[in-house]
């Protein structure tokens, strides 16, 4: 039996979601309620150590990394392949996957925390908030969350954020320029790992910032958007209520985020 913890916006999970969906595998799910910090339970340490979510247990045997959990799910459900059996084009997905993981990943967490998560933390207690902070083990994570709790939007690391996107969409463009998926004409892992990202940002109402002039990045979009996997797996989870909350947040931040991505665009071209 697979059994696949979640959380119902996580992005990391989400990829695990459309891969699940994509390939018809039944499975069950537990929820790890991150508001409450279930993820730092003593029963869930012993699942993922790290304290996240997604965690894959598959007849006992626990898998973590939402990037090695869906190469997982494609070594043991071959059905509908999503890696490609080409060597070129598997490091080509791989070099996606790594985008996400060492950088898309956390520019989206900080955008999110500093247009969202940022004013929940500041309706905590002092105490409430030194806990939330002091339960994240990993000291660069914590500096992080920390310096986009204290600064926002103008945090180092929202900026680091802000370039990795634009690094990110000036190649996805470049990729999609003569075929439909980021690999060729068949949707592999590289674009599911990409989803949920790009969908975060869209729905935060920041999207355009970066994907305005880039009409090949549009097209894919919009075919996404398209997909019954990717709507079953991300906008069908979601509340009216959380896609209110993205949108205010993201458009209280949107002018800076902007500003910030100009000045990094101006930055690179006087190199
Ligand atoms: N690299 C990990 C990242 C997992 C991760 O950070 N998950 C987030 C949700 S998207 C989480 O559980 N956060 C809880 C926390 O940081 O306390 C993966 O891809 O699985």
Known sequence: MLKLYTFHN???TQKVFITLAEKQIEYVTHN???FTNEQFSPEYLKINPKGVVPALDHDGRIVTESTLICEYLDDMFPERRLVPA????RARMRLWSKAVDENLFEATRELSFSAMFRDRMKSMTPEQREGRFRNVGDPIKRARLESAYAEGVESPYVYQGIAAFETAFSKMEKDLQSSPWLLGSEMSLADVNLMP???RIAYLDLLDIWIANRPATQSWWASVQKLPTFKASVPDKLEAADFAAMATSGDKIKDRVAALRDQYVAQ????
Not at 86 to 89: L, R, V
Not at 268 to 271: D, K, L, R, V
């Open 86 to 89: 080409d060597p070129f084009q």
């Open 10 to 12: 996580s992005i990391c």
């Open 268 to 271: 690179c071209a006087a190199i």
């Open 32 to 34: 790890v309620n991150l």
């Open 197 to 199: 990202f790009v969908a």
